[in-house]
């Protein structure tokens, strides 16, 4: 604005004058728009329980963006791994999974494909974002992972080596653990495709109903 004020002539007539400063108010506008979409994918990328490039407080609450998230296993069975259901709230969500607004269990794990972006929905509510790049999907922000494209889809390997696997709709089939434990995922055949069964390779299983 200051340089549109330094640049445009004093002298200059009301109509062009009007229409100079909406042409630089547009632009304005649109770098605004921009950049506040550019911070809420960043606030996605670090909700979540995981502290990794941020502190918690007791409450707990994200000292970076003050986000309140709760977090509570509900059911757990034993194992060399293992096989839980979990809670997550995220003050910041501005979503609504199958628990409400702002709440998704550790099973709502899925990718969307919007704006030429890859968005992995992980456990606890984190979003993490990639983009295309000649023959390769690289990470928009800090990810904890690799997207790569498969046979069947996509696969998502962590760094602790667990591999998440999805159709090509982004739906998650299955995931494996470097010790080699799976979790498959069953969702109902007609629209809209709720999740209806997880079961680890053990035989232990978790049924949805809605």
């Known amino acids: ?15 062009a004058f009007k229409k100079a400063f909406e042409e630089v108010q547009a ?3 649109k770098v605004t ?3 506040e979409k550019v911070v809420e994918k960043l606030m996605a990328n670090i909700k979540g329980a995981e502290a990794i490039c941020h502190a918690f407080s007791k409450d707990p609450v994200n ?32 979503r609504e999974g199958v ?16 704006d ?31 997207l790569e494209k498969a046979e069947e889809g996509y696969a998502y390997r962590t760094r602790e080596q667990k591999v998440y696997r999805f159709d090509r709709e982004g739906m998650c089939l299955e995931t494996e653990t470097l010790l080699g434990s799976r979790v ?3 969702y109902e055949t007609e629209a ?19």
């Open 27 to 29: 632009r304005w506008n």
């Open 116 to 146: 030429g972006e890859a968005v992995l929905l992980r456990e606890d509510g984190k979003e993490e974002r990639f983009f295309w790049e000649k023959d390769r999907y690289l990470s928009l922000f800090a990810s904890e992972g690799v």
């Open 99 to 114: 628990l409400g607004r702002d709440w998704n269990h550790n099973y709502e794990v899925h990718l969307e494909f919007t």
């Open 184 to 186: 498959t995922f069953t």
């Open 33 to 35: 728009e921009n950049a």
């Open 63 to 94: 000292l970076s963006t003050g986000n309140f998230i709760y977090d509570r296993t509900d059911l757990e069975v034993g194992g060399r791994e293992p096989f839980v259901f979990r809670r997550f709230y995220n003050a910041i969500n501005g």
């Open 192 to 210: 809209p495709f709720r999740l209806v069964k997880v079961q680890k390779d053990t035989g232990e299983f978790f049924s949805f109903f809605l």
């Open 1 to 15: 604005m200051e340089q549109f004020l330094i640049h445009t002539p004093l002298t200059t007539d009301y109509s």
